[in-house]
């Protein structure tokens, strides 16, 4: 009677944690040359140098080296990536200034002599800000990530002539990113020009193949693929999984922090990912799956996202909820339907929380906050793993895999060495959805079989084209 008294009292965290931490730990490996030759034939007029024209001999010869020597050089993005996040953190941040944010406009448009000597004085005072918000960070989990990001580059906070170097640092990634912005928006004019939409998405999909790779994320594609779910029911493709209880493995590919993205991110709240939680959120209100069956696994490369998941899902396993803050700018304009996602966001997974109050000068958003249950947080597992050169050394049978604004950083021979590493880790007849046209090669299992077009704004470019690749079933 006592002993069963015990065991009742023990904490089912605890149980949890303790089965977890025998399970042997998953790991990735390189995607081998005998894995990779059917593409490097296929493909070989656009293959890197060091493989093109190379006999399958001297490829396979190559191919260990080469392989690790991509993905660190992969990896090395990342930084250029955190780059990329400072100037955003510059333009868009209020926790380490009483400045107004910069308008985008701003940036683009070509100011007459008075405004832009106001445009000067603001940014030059919020470089001001930032610099001293870096030599003295407090709690600001961003400023002493950011701080880290400069001193390893060499840069001093103490003297004045190292917060001179340290400015032109910054003022040299702005310029960066406006030039790469420019030549973004050609890229795509051109291809707008030819008329063809089809051709505009596909270099659209691979619009980022020579930038950082940043981390930022947003909620807004997470209702694209809620939407592209919900057609995937409606027309009988998920009935199979339905019929044996719903989807039970799942990964997102490069979940993302949410840091301080464009216009549309915030810094007034701690560092938070959306999409594994969106996912879990969107099958359970779909039905699609059981809550205490799903699996998630998120694949990332970046220590920081990587050992975010990580504190999250330990301290869900000691009983701890996850905080989303979900603030809306109504100038936004969004489409009534993101609107609706943007109200229920979390109703299958956890219970509304207070959200983090807006600084002064923001108080046209509209705040909310989902506390997510402990139990859904420790559904989510982190795994180390660069989905252009590296897979699962296990078999994995994932249902399904989510990828959104990744592979847009990787060229055409990167995006098939990615979907051929994405189709090794699916079942048979497994989806695949992902905001990027992808080649498909008549040497893979992953075929297009529809696509779904979701808008989230009047604005011009605001939405998604979410593609359904599946891996071929097997033959009856």
């Not at 193949?209 to 027309?235: M, V, W, Y």
């Not at 504190?311 to 905080?323: D, E, Q, T």
């Not at 990167?414 to 959805?433: H, K, T, V």
Request: hydrophobic share 40%; with cysteine.
């Amino acid at each position: 009677m006592f002993r069963r008294l015990f065991l009742c009292l023990i904490p089912l965290a605890l149980i949890i944690a303790t089965a977890a931490s025998q399970q042997p730990k998953p790991q990735s490996r390189f995607l081998t040359y005998e894995e990779a030759r059917p593409l490097l034939q296929l493909l070989d007029e656009i293959l890197p140098a060091e493989l093109k024209g190379k006999s399958a001999e001297a490829q396979a010869a190559l191919w260990a080296a080469w392989v690790k020597a991509q993905d660190a050089s992969v990896r090395a993005r990342l930084r250029q990536g955190d780059e990329d996040t400072l100037v955003n953190f510059l333009l868009f941040g209020v926790s380490f200034t009483k400045q107004p944010r910069v308008a985008a406009q701003d940036l683009s448009a070509r100011p007459g002599e008075q405004t832009q000597e106001a445009f000067d004085k603001l940014l030059n005072t919020r470089i001001d800000d930032l610099i001293n918000g870096l030599a003295s960070p407090g709690s600001n989990e961003r400023l002493i990530f950011m701080r880290k990001l400069v001193t390893e580059q060499g840069h001093r906070l103490g003297d004045s002539a190292g917060r001179t170097k340290l400015r032109e640092y910054i003022l040299a990634n702005l310029s960066r990113m406006l030039r790469e912005q420019g030549s973004h928006a050609r890229t795509l004019a051109a291809a707008r020009l030819q008329g063809n939409p089809g051709e505009e998405f596909v270099e659209r999909s691979k619009l980022y193949r020579e930038r950082g790779l940043s981390l930022d994320t947003t909620l807004s594609p997470n209702f694209a693929i809620e939407e592209s779910l919900k057609a995937l029911k409606a027309r009988g493709l998920w009935q199979k999984w339905i019929e044996a209880g719903g989807l039970r493995k799942v990964a997102v590919i490069g979940p993302g922090l949410d840091f301080t993205d464009k216009a549309a991110g915030y810094d007034f709240y701690p560092e938070q990912t959306i999409q594994p939680f969106a996912l879990i959120d969107s099958l359970l209100r779909l039905e699609l799956a059981k809550a205490n069956e799903l699996q998630v696994t998120a694949f990332d490369l970046s220590p920081r996202a990587l050992d975010h998941l990580a504190r999250a899902r330990r301290r869900a396993l000691g009983g701890s909820p996850y905080v989303v803050q979900l603030p809306h700018d109504p100038q936004a304009k969004w489409k009534p339907e993101l609107v609706k996602y943007w109200e229920s966001f979390g109703d299958q997974i956890g219970k509304p929380a207070a959200p983090q109050p807006a600084p002064a000068g923001m108080s046209g958003l509209k705040l909310r906050a989902t506390r997510i249950a402990p139990a859904f947080v420790g559904r989510v597992r982190p795994v180390d793993l660069n989905i252009v050169h590296q897979r699962m050394a296990a078999p994995q049978d994932f249902d399904l895999i989510i990828a959104t604004n990744i592979l847009v950083y990787y060229d055409v021979f990167e995006q098939s060495l990615a979907l051929a590493n994405i189709e090794s880790m699916l079942r048979d007849g497994g989806f695949l959805l992902s905001n990027n046209a992808l080649l498909e090669l008549p040497v893979g299992k992953m075929k297009s079989v529809n696509y779904l077009t979701v808008v989230y704004s009047d604005r011009p470019d605001d939405g998604d084209h979410i593609v359904w690749y599946q891996r071929a079933p097997a033959r009856q």
